[in-house]
């Protein structure tokens, strides 16, 4: 599963399967989302997901549904509302996913939205704003109520 290039944020799922970025393909210093499962115990080809998930842009920090029925990860892609936005997708099956959608102002802002996370209980999504790359002002935790995935439905 582990290459030589950097990988970070690694999220789970209620099968085992583990989603996370990496820079494996890349000297461009962007990351992209890969997964892998268990064979016989052992984590060993780690997939790169497809487009729409995967694209030229920096798409990283996965945080998998326990269920595996949505992702929400952050990317640097046109559109968003900042350096780096957190996105939503959702699994259609057989490695297929909706085309990710911006979170919006209530999550997003002009900086940086990364490393999402959930609470035990999946009642709360976590995340980090951070007001820049390079800023000396530090990253701050935030929280909101996971009803807000049922909007993006």
Known sequence: MNSSASEWHISSTKQEAVYFGSERESDRLKADIYFSVPEN??????????????????????????????????????????????????????????????MGRDINTEGWEMAPGLSPDGKYLFFTRRKSWDTSEPSKIYWVSTKIIDSYK
């Open 41 to 102: 115990g052992t984590y060993k080809n780690a997939v790169k997901l497809p487009y729409p998930v995967n694209t030229e842009y920096n798409d990283c920090d996965p945080l998998i549904a326990l269920d595996e029925s949505y992702l929400i990860f952050h990317s640097d892609r046109p559109g968003g509302f900042g350096d780096h936005d957190l996105y939503i997708t959702f699994n259609k099956g057989n490695n297929k996913w909706t085309e990710p959608q911006n």
